[in-house]
């Protein structure tokens, strides 16, 4: 969703756990209410990232190759179809971000108090203060700081390390 006006871009992914329908749900309630007219900058917004998850109604993994997405990145352009799909968000979604923010909920075993996080990366020290800011404003009761430890070649794994990783502020 491209506003009428410039500014960042932010990113929503939710569905990376196809099970997960709490963000699935509260992606699409966000994109009827957004008004383009009002918007300064743009939006992306994937609501359900691991389709094959999803439409199985499988917790954790995509049935269709047995990989949990939020433990595939940064991907593999050759591997199966969810390291393809990592790898999709990786090079294509990622890079165009400013903020990139992977909503979760408690799993199907899970009931989780809701909270948000960020990774407190010391290498993008204007970014990770960023985050710490836009978490503090979210309205959420809980704020958890994530120590970030892996070096820059190392598999992010999970989408939103992948993005940190990169720069990218959650
Ligand atoms: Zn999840």
New binding site residues.
């Given amino acids: 969703m491209k506003g009428k006006q410039d500014g960042p871009v932010f990113t929503f992914i939710s569905g990376?756990?196809g099970f997960?329908f709490a963000p699935i749900i509260a992606v699409q309630k966000l994109m009827q209410v957004i008004d383009v007219n009002q918007l300064h900058g743009t939006l992306i917004i994937l609501p359900i990232s691991s389709p094959g998850s999803f439409y199985n109604r499988t917790p954790y993994k995509n049935p269709q190759d047995n990989v949990n997405l939020?433990n595939a990145f940064p991907g593999n352009a050759n591997g199966t179809i969810t390291q393809k799909m990592a790898h999709y968000i990786t090079q294509n979604i990622i890079p165009l971000s400013d903020v990139f923010l992977d909503i979760?909920?408690g799993?199907a075993p899970e009931d989780l108090l809701p909270f948000i996080c960020y990774y407190n990366n010391e290498r993008h020290k204007e970014n990770t203060a960023m985050a710490k800011r836009l978490s503090d404003i979210s309205g959420f009761q809980y704020v958890v700081s994530y120590p970030y430890t892996i070096t820059d070649e190392e598999p992010a794994k999970y989408a939103f390390k992948q993005a940190v990783q990169t720069g990218k502020l959650l």
Wanted: charged share 30%; proline share 0%.
């Fill in positions: 990376v756990h997960e939020n979760h909920s799993d």
